[in-house]
């Protein structure tokens, strides 16, 4: 009898299907841009459940990741830059697919889910897409349309000032579509297990490459740049250092002009359509498979992302471009809907596993949303806290996001910031100084001390 009961208890389990979109921020249709065109995610947060403010813990690849994969904060992984290991902090840490393996899943991997590669999370497919791909696409892109953008005659990507370009090649030839293609490949071999499958896409990471077809979809006169490129619009110079730097990862050599800003625009957004269309594809075999009403998806960015605000065009910062992310979870049994209260990425670990019935782990710092899944009214956490490790001055600072204000504060004297998102959400008003501030100001230093305590390792 336990062997007939084992089969049906297994298939009663619900699936995973986490996607993770490298550098992706919250410039999605259903997050209110009406310029580009996300048709698939559209429909998974139409379905699901969209965080309306979800933060990220570090505005960058591998800490951000460390931190949900782990369900820990940075202090405590101790992962703050592109190369550390998270083992190197957190030896025995069980990381969240590993953590499903464990508990009789099948598991796997697909394109970019770990930044830097973990030895102790073995999974059942493993999969790492090359990135040549599209970087020859980009090479080749530029050559044909703009042969003067080359200063330094380099054959990589990096080389280029304006890292962005309209590829002529198919969207057959890029890496998410391979990555999709593993995907599906990957749903089919798991369709009669209970499976867990991590998928990471690409693009919009830099560079801003796409099928023309996806430039050709955003109208470009229509784009609205952010203050600093309007006339009299942000002065920067009131910023601290540390809140700023350096654009290399679009525009290595040059500041941009108002139109290459434009153009910029424009590329990042071809390039987020083009990977939700690959998204698109995953999600249509799901649908084919008649997996989906077993299925929890999960998809988020890795960190947001800034788009000319304050003249920066990067991640690595502490406003709400670089902190704010997409997150969509469509569960069985869950209601559609938007929920406005404070969520963080950190808490992604916590949530699977409450919805998969799983116990949590002890070394969990993040708290389930389940929560606030389950009832449209509840609230969402106090703060959301950020890390950031500046690339100019290397001080570490921290950002405190409450309902209505950001609170940026850099060690070593370098700089407080506040401000009030209600009536200034393009954060160009420094309330620090204020004197009708200063109880506030007490608090967020108060609220950030308590957290870092609580979360940094003794």
């Known amino acids: ?129 090359a990135l040549h791909k599209d970087t020859e696409n980009f090479v080749e892109a530029k050559a044909a349309n703009d042969p003067g953008d080359k200063p330094h005659g380099t054959a990589k990507g990096e080389g280029y000032n304006r890292a962005y370009a309209a590829s002529a090649r198919p969207a057959a030839d890029f890496t998410d579509y391979q990555i999709a293609d593993d995907a599906i490949a990957t749903l ?128 690595q910062t502490l406003f709400e471009g670089g902190t704010h992310v997409p997150l969509i979870i469509a569960a069985p049994g869950v209601k559609p809907g938007v929920r406005a209260g404070l969520a963080e990425q950190v808490d992604v670990y916590p949530t699977l596993c409450d919805l998969a019935g799983l116990p949590l782990p002890k070394h969990l710092q993040g708290r389930s949303l389940k929560p606030m899944l389950d009832d449209p009214a509840a609230k969402g956490r106090q703060i959301a806290v950020s890390t950031m490790v500046a690339t100019n001055t290397k001080l570490t600072g921290h950002s405190v996001r409450t309902d209505a204000f950001r609170y940026i504060a850099w060690d070593q004297n370098g700089g407080e910031l506040l401000y009030d998102l209600r009536t200034d959400p393009d954060e160009l008003h420094n309330l620090a100084d204020q004197p009708a501030q200063a109880d506030r100001m007490k608090r967020m230093r108060e609220r950030l001390a308590a957290h870092l305590k609580n979360v940094s390792v003794p």
């Not at 508990?103 to 770990?114: C, L, M």
């Open 1 to 129: 009898m336990a062997m007939l009961c084992a089969p049906v208890l297994n298939a009663a389990r619900p699936n995973v299907l986490f996607i993770i979109v490298d550098d992706l921020t919250t410039t999605l249709s259903c997050h209110g841009n009406t310029s580009v065109h996300t048709p698939a995610m559209d429909a998974l947060a139409a379905r699901g459940v969209r965080f309306e403010h979800a933060y990220t813990q570090f505005a960058l690849c591998n800490p951000s990741r460390c931190s949900f994969l782990t369900g820990c904060y940075p202090e405590k992984t101790g992962v703050m830059d592109l190369t550390t290991s998270l083992r190197k902090a957190l030896p025995e840490v069980v990381t969240l697919p590993q953590y499903f393996k464990d508990h009789g899943y099948a598991t796997g991997r697909i394109g970019k889910v770990f930044h830097v590669a973990d030895p102790k999370t073995k999974l059942d497919v493993e999969l790492r897409t």
């Open 188 to 315: 089919d071999a798991f369709k009669e297990k209970s499976f867990f499958l991590a998928v990471g896409f690409i693009r919009p990471h830099t560079p801003y490459v796409a099928p023309k077809a996806f430039f050709e979809a955003i109208d470009k006169n229509r784009l609205s740049l952010p203050p600093f490129y309007r006339e009299g619009g942000e002065v920067i110079t009131h910023l601290p250092q540390s809140s700023l730097r350096p654009n290399n990862n679009v525009f290595r050599y040059a500041e941009p002009t108002q139109d290459e800003a434009r153009d910029a625009l424009q590329a990042y957004l071809a390039a987020t359509g083009f990977v939700d269309s690959q998204i698109g594809r995953v999600l249509a075999r799901l649908n084919e498979l008649k997996l989906a009403e077993n299925t929890i998806v999960v998809l988020t960015g890795d960190h947001g992302y800034q788009l000319g605000e304050h003249g920066l065009w990067a991640k």
